[in-house]
């Protein structure tokens, strides 16, 4: 099983309602990252949070981070048809080699 | 513009006709790798590098071959593709000397489909 896992594996919301994703993993981590992907695009990095914070927040983006829960969520505000895309949370962790493991990923739609 | 530049973008070939998917990064950038990625698979890493010179294994890496002889350039080859080389494949970077150092950077992928 994967170090990240994403929850729900597929989400479809109205224009203007929140989005929110979960990740949950195994291990002790050093950070964990969220990404984004366009259909048949490149991952395109959103927000990095390290262990020892809690909380960060990026325009309409804000993630938490629960080590003790070993798990993570994004939410997104106010969606837009635009934020339709997979999320993907990446952690890094010693155990894995202090290398990037991602999760198999939400897949977000926003209907307009 | 900063970005992580793959070629081909889309390819069809058969089975043992040796390809190379190209990488190349214009951000001075150390850190270069290679995933590739499979539905309900998730990314899963084939090999990274770095530095120049300096190529490691990743999770996945029969059947691939990498290089690193100058720091912009990543190529990804595969000597004898088989079907279950048919996948999405990205190149990716990162400044610093291995993955944990912030945002990797992605090329816009390459889908490569082996017959």
């Known amino acids: 099983s994967q170090q990240g896992e994403e929850d729900p594996q597929a989400l479809s919301i109205q224009e203007g309602e929140n989005a929110t994703m979960n990740c949950s993993y195994k291990?002790?981590?050093?950070?964990l990252q969220w990404y984004r992907q366009n259909s048949g695009r490149g991952l395109v990095h959103l927000i990095l949070i390290r262990s020892n914070e809690r909380e960060k927040h990026s325009g309409r983006l804000r993630v938490t981070l629960d080590t003790s829960k070993k798990s993570s969520s994004l939410l997104i505000t106010a969606s837009r048809a635009a934020d339709t895309a997979s999320y993907f949370c990446?952690?890094?962790?010693?155990?894995?080699?202090?290398?990037?493991?991602f999760g198999a990923g939400t897949i977000l739609r926003v209907k307009s | 513009e900063a970005q992580v530049t793959q070629n081909p973008r889309y390819l069809i070939t058969v089975t043992g006709k040796k390809l190379t998917v190209t990488c190349s990064q214009n951000m001075n950038h150390e850190y270069m790798s290679w995933y590739r990625q499979d539905p309900g698979l998730g990314l899963r890493q084939i090999y990274y590098?770095?530095?120049?010179?300096?190529?490691d294994k990743g999770d996945v890496p029969e059947g691939y071959k990498v290089s690193r002889k100058e720091k912009r350039n990543f190529p990804l080859i595969l000597e004898s593709p088989s079907p279950n080389q048919t996948s999405l494949y990205f190149c990716a970077s990162n400044f610093g000397t291995s993955e944990n150092t912030g945002e990797l950077f992605f090329g816009e992928g390459s889908r490569l489909t082996v017959l």
């Open positions: 590098s770095m530095n120049v010179e300096v190529t």
């Open positions: 990446a952690t890094d962790a010693r155990e894995y080699g202090n290398k990037l493991v």
């Open positions: 291990t002790s981590i050093n950070n």
